[in-house]
């Protein structure tokens, strides 16, 4: 079955700290793969997404995520993280078999100042 | 300006009763999807659409139905089956070309008493 996981539910981080969070899916064929970003009182919005080509992608707000194939891995990262990057992160993933879009269960960060 | 609209934002039932929120787009997106936003859970996938008159389940589908008689419109109804109603629900669109990212409607909020 197709499934998207996230291995961190709950981050606390410190200012500055960098920040890497975890996903994992299992799908077949080709994949798309995003992440989205739920601040507090907010709705979600895109941080970023791959489609294809270079495996490593810059979103917004400084973040990145990088596709390992191998893997089946799409982890996101920030060098140094900020008080306003507390939120809730949902990776996603469609594959291009069924269309079928999921979430992963979502990781809360906790930066402290 | 184009965007999803969900209607309504706010809905009380009583136990038993079906209810249907709406959800309509003007973004000329051929695929459509609902998801169930729960605390801890993430956004899991209800039902989703990716062309008119036709649709699949999603990963909890049980006690709710759809119907996409148009393109712009994809209506979830809740039904008296589903065990647990009382939650947040999402209906989003997106292009089923390139990389597809979701578009999402602002939510409609389900409290059944």
């Known amino acids: 079955a197709q499934s998207v996981s996230q291995h961190n539910h709950h981050v606390i981080l410190s200012e500055a700290a960098s920040l890497e969070l975890g996903c994992n899916y299992s799908?077949?064929?080709?994949?798309?793969l995003f992440w989205y970003v739920q601040y507090p009182g907010q709705h979600l919005q895109l941080l970023l997404k791959y489609f294809s080509g270079d495996p490593l992608v810059k979103g917004i707000k400084g973040f990145e995520a990088e596709f390992i194939k191998s893997k089946f891995s799409f982890n996101l990262r920030k060098p140094s993280v900020q008080w306003s990057d507390t939120a809730e992160y949902f990776c996603a993933g469609r594959s291009s078999n069924t269309g079928k879009l999921i979430f992963g269960q979502g990781t809360t960060l906790q930066v402290k100042p | 300006d184009g965007g999803i609209t969900q209607s309504p934002k706010y809905l009380f039932r009583k136990e038993g009763q079906n209810v249907t929120l709406s959800c309509e787009q003007n973004?000329?997106?051929?695929?459509m999807y609902w998801y169930r936003q729960d605390p801890g859970q993430g956004l899991r996938l209800i039902y989703y659409?990716?062309?008119?008159?036709?649709?699949q389940k999603g990963d909890i589908a049980e006690g709710y139905s759809v119907s996409r008689e148009k393109k712009e419109s994809f209506p979830l109804t809740v039904t008296s089956a589903q065990k647990n109603p009382t939650a947040f629900y999402l209906c989003?669109?997106?292009?089923?070309?390139?990389?597809?990212?979701?578009?999402f409607g602002e939510g409609s909020r389900l409290t059944v008493l």
């Open positions: 659409s990716q062309i008119v008159n036709d649709f």
């Open positions: 973004l000329n997106h051929d695929a």
């Open positions: 799908y077949g064929g080709t994949v798309n």
């Open positions: 989003a669109s997106s292009t089923i070309q390139g990389p597809g990212e979701l578009f």
